[in-house]
C-alpha cells in the first residue's frame, strides 16, 4: 500500500496536492500528473504547441480542472551536467509558466528521461504478441507517446528526491 506506507513515513506533511510535471520541448509539451498525495506519478497527455497564449491557456484549464498545486518543469542537460543549447529555453518557459499562472514551478534535472521513456515503451511492447514479420517501429513512430512517459520519469524522479529530502526511507 503505497499511500499508506507514504502517510506513515510523513510525506503527507509535504505533499501540496497534485503536482503537474512537464517535458518542455518547441514543438511538444509532456505532461504527467501525480495523485494528489504526491505519491504516484503517471502520464497525461503530449500536447503539440500552439503559441504562447494558447499554450498557457491550455495549461491554466488544466491547472483548474485538476487543482494543480506545483509544476515542475525537466531541465535538459548534458550527461556531464552542463546546461544544453534548451536550457535556458526551459528555464524561460519555467518563469513563464510560473508569472502567468501564480502557482510554484521548479526545475528537475531531466537526463535519461526520454531514454528511459523508450526503454519503458519498450518493454511493454515486448511483452504484447508479436506478429510474425513485422518490423520494430521506428522511433519517430514512437516519438509522439514518449513525451508524457518522460514527464512522467521527471515527476516521479521529483516525487523521490522530495521524499529522500523529508527523511523519508525509500
Same mark, same amino acid.
Given at each position: 500500500?503505497?499511500?499508506? &506506507?507514504? +502517510?506513515?513515513?510523513?510525506? $503527507?506533511?509535504?505533499?501540496?496536492?497534485?503536482?503537474?510535471? =512537464?517535458?518542455? @520541448? /518547441?514543438?511538444?509539451?509532456?505532461?504527467?500528473?501525480?495523485?494528489?498525495?504526491?505519491?504516484?506519478?503517471?502520464?497525461?497527455?503530449?500536447?503539440?504547441?500552439?503559441?504562447?497564449? &494558447?499554450? +498557457?491557456?491550455?495549461?491554466? $484549464?488544466?491547472?483548474?480542472?485538476?487543482?494543480?498545486?506545483? =509544476?515542475?518543469? @525537466? /531541465?535538459?542537460?548534458?550527461?556531464?551536467?552542463?546546461?544544453?543549447?534548451?536550457?535556458?529555453?526551459?528555464?524561460?518557459?519555467?518563469?513563464?509558466?510560473?508569472?502567468?499562472?501564480?502557482?510554484?514551478?521548479?526545475?528537475?534535472? $531531466?537526463?535519461?528521461?526520454?531514454?528511459?521513456?523508450?526503454?519503458?515503451?519498450?518493454?511493454?511492447?515486448?511483452?504484447?504478441?508479436?506478429?510474425?514479420?513485422?518490423?520494430?517501429?521506428?522511433?519517430?513512430?514512437?516519438?509522439?507517446?514518449?513525451?508524457?512517459?518522460?514527464?512522467?520519469?521527471?515527476?516521479?524522479?521529483?516525487?523521490?528526491?522530495?521524499?529522500?529530502?523529508?527523511?523519508?526511507?525509500?
Amino acid at each position: 500500500f503505497p499511500l499508506l &506506507r507514504a +502517510l506513515q513515513s510523513g510525506v $503527507e506533511s509535504t505533499a501540496t496536492g497534485v503536482i503537474l510535471a =512537464i517535458d518542455y @520541448g /518547441l514543438k511538444r509539451l509532456g505532461l504527467a500528473l501525480s495523485d494528489e498525495h504526491g505519491v504516484t506519478s503517471r502520464p497525461f497527455a503530449t500536447w503539440t504547441r500552439v503559441n504562447r497564449r &494558447r499554450d +498557457l491557456a491550455r495549461l491554466r $484549464e488544466l491547472v483548474r480542472e485538476h487543482a494543480v498545486r506545483r =509544476i515542475v518543469v @525537466g /531541465l535538459p542537460l548534458h550527461l556531464d551536467g552542463r546546461p544544453s543549447e534548451m536550457s535556458e529555453e526551459a528555464k524561460a518557459f519555467a518563469a513563464r509558466v510560473e508569472r502567468a499562472l501564480g502557482i510554484p514551478v521548479e526545475m528537475m534535472d $531531466e537526463r535519461l528521461s526520454s531514454w528511459e521513456a523508450e526503454q519503458a515503451l519498450a518493454a511493454t511492447k515486448s511483452t504484447a504478441p508479436s506478429r510474425r514479420g513485422r518490423t520494430q517501429h521506428s522511433r519517430s513512430r514512437r516519438k509522439g507517446p514518449l513525451d508524457d512517459v518522460a514527464a512522467a520519469v521527471i515527476l516521479r524522479d521529483y516525487l523521490d528526491r522530495a521524499r529522500s529530502q523529508a527523511g523519508a526511507p525509500d
